[in-house]
């Protein structure tokens, strides 16, 4: 087995190793000697590494973030019109609902970590902020947060179903969003919808006959 002097990508290993036994087996299931058995490494490795395993699962967690955020990017980059952008964003659900299982059971299992211990949720707050910059570059800040939520939304809905939706109803939802979505359901664009209006009291309070 190498040593620590001759196995320069060991510290990477061991968060991939980590990565690769959630997404098979769950996170319940993580320990350091799983880790370092899987990664075949020394088991002190993981301590010499990592400041026990928070420490770890952070990095590792931080690992897979960056890994999305580069899909995000590869897929964002070439638009160079709105319209390009929607059916760049339409392609990229469709990549990421269609592809790696590994890669959607580890962004499930760290948003169930975040949703039961808050210091994970810097990781996931750091990943929204990083997927909105490349939305950002097509769409104001606004429609770049929905169209987040949107992409995980469709993303998990077309992973997990039976019969998954195709791709024409996906680049509707992303039109709607980043189009007619964003206009009052009456009026012409940019108008607020009108409350209706309240009838004024008499002086008494007493429900008398609005005033002329």
Known sequence: MATGHTDPRRRERILDAALDLIADEGIARVSHRRIAARAGVPLGSTTYHFDGMDDLL?????RFTQHIAAVFEARLAAPADPAQAREAVADLIHS???????????????????????????????????????????????????????????????????????????????ARITDTGRRPLTGPPGALPSAPARPRRSPSGSGGAPRP
């Open 96 to 174: 990421l609902s269609g592809g790696s299982r590994r890669d959607l059971v580890l962004t499930q299992e760290l948003y169930t970590l975040a949703a039961r211990r808050p210091a994970y949720r810097e990781l996931t707050q750091a990943w929204m902020r990083r997927s909105r910059v490349h939305l950002e570059r097509h769409f104001d800040p606004d429609t770049a947060r929905q169209l987040d939520a949107l992409i995980e939304g469709l993303t998990l809905h077309r992973a997990l179903a039976t019969e998954p939706h195709d791709r024409a109803l996906t680049l509707e939802a992303v």
């Open 58 to 62: 952070r990095e590792a967690f931080s």
